[in-house]
């Protein structure tokens, strides 16, 4: 069966580093925010080419730190995409905030920025765009909207880690920049962890108190904060991935390029769209299909496996279908009914992008 994602091909390739590096962590036992997420940070804001990076948790806790240095609460609007993973809106409730939903281009599955203005109200605080499976929103574009409106712009990348636009990369252009570590993301650790960027120093400051319990001095706190840090071993790992990062971004373009040059023509399928303007780092390669639980099964009986993200999209789903029953998102409820992605990881070797484009050949034409 080929997985959707194989983190053991990648583990056999870093293993030696990962093993020493791991001694060396529990020799040191310093095991929260050590050297290894000082050097960690240090390094990923070099590689992102911004001022200041603040690892915590998660990449839902990014979210929500972000959102709460920003001064981001109760009665203030967020407006974002109901086409994501449920921590974008979840993030915005932790806050007290409301997201406010607008709907999605069909070709780009992200956010259309063409209906941002609309939803605007005077309660607006913020909007975040999600650089969705990898490629980057215009963030020009928005930034120009946001900066009319003065409202600020808090990206959730926690599938484009590399991703770029225009001569930056995502997470550079808006007030804070919200990553996720978690196993299967293009920078994934071994556990959770996630991180936030920042070109603001003030709002560096105050996430580094946020995610140690509202404390700049040890046992002293002046502010209610949280305990949301990231460990030694799996900033180790993360450095070591870091490394590669570049080479596992441009891998993934490869395989999508492969599937693209395959499957392109097929009726009843549609590649993904990728911006000419952008660096695209398929954190998934999701195509549109006619007849997906055939395909699906189909695909299933050949030996690839495909999933489905999202099926559901936010307004629909239990814990906000009652708030949300008016609103209605056409494209991206027809989006959500038709994509399906399929396996996609740096270690894909070329037999197995065969296999699986063959696979899909046969799946749409039966
Ligand atoms: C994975 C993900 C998150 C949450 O990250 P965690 O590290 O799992 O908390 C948030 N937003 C999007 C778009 C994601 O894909």
Not at 67 to 88: H, N, Q, R, S
Not at 161 to 183: E, I, K, N, V, Y
Not at 290 to 308: E, F, H, N, T
Request: a negative charge.
């Amino acid at each position: 069966m080929i997985p959707m994602v194989d983190l053991k091909a990648q583990y056999a390739d870093i293993r030696s580093e990962i093993e020493s590096g791991f001694s060396e962590v529990l020799d040191s036992a310093q095991f929260i925010l050590g050297p290894n997420v000082q050097a960690l940070e240090a390094e990923i804001a070099e590689y992102l080419c911004v001022p200041h990076a603040v690892s915590c948790a998660s990449g839902t806790d990014a979210l929500h730190l972000a959102l709460a240095a920003a001064g981001i609460g109760p009665g203030d609007e967020v407006i974002t995409t109901a086409f994501t993973f449920i921590a974008t809106a979840e993030a915005i409730r932790y806050v007290g905030a409301t997201p406010v939903f607008v709907d999605i281009e069909a070709h780009s599955f992200n956010m259309d920025l063409a209906q941002i203005e609309a939803a605007i109200t005077e309660r607006t605080r913020a909007i975040m765009p999600v650089h969705l499976f990898g490629q980057p929103v215009d963030m020009r574009e928005l930034q120009r909207i946001a900066s009319k409106h003065q409202l600020l712009l808090i990206e959730d990348c926690a599938q484009s880690f590399g991703a770029h636009r225009d001569g930056l990369m995502t997470g550079g252009f808006g007030l804070a920049g919200c990553f996720s570590f978690f196993p299967s993301k293009n920078l994934g650790g071994y556990g959770d962890g996630g991180l936030v960027v920042t070109g603001s120093e003030g709002m560096a400051e105050e996430l580094r108190v946020l995610r140690n319990h509202g404390s700049r001095e040890r046992y002293h706190h002046h502010v209610i904060g949280y305990n949301s840090r990231l460990d030694e071993i799996q900033a180790m790992i993360l450095r070591a991935k870091l490394k590669r990062i570049s080479g596992y971004n441009e891998r993934r373009r490869h395989v999508a390029w492969a599937y693209n040059a395959r499957l392109k023509d097929l009726p009843g399928l549609r590649t993904p769209w990728e911006d000419s303007e952008g660096y695209h780092v398929y954190h998934q390669y999701t195509v549109l299909v006619d007849k997906r639980d055939q395909v699906m099964a189909s695909l299933r009986d050949s030996g690839v496996a495909s999933a489905i993200y999202y099926p559901v999209p936010l307004h629909r789903q239990d814990v906000f279908r009652d708030q949300y029953a008016a609103v209605e998102l056409p494209v991206t409820e027809q989006v959500a009914a038709q994509c399906l992605s399929l396996p996609m990881f740096p270690e894909l070797s070329d037999d197995q992008i065969r296999q699986v484009t063959d696979a899909v050949i046969q799946a749409v034409s039966t």
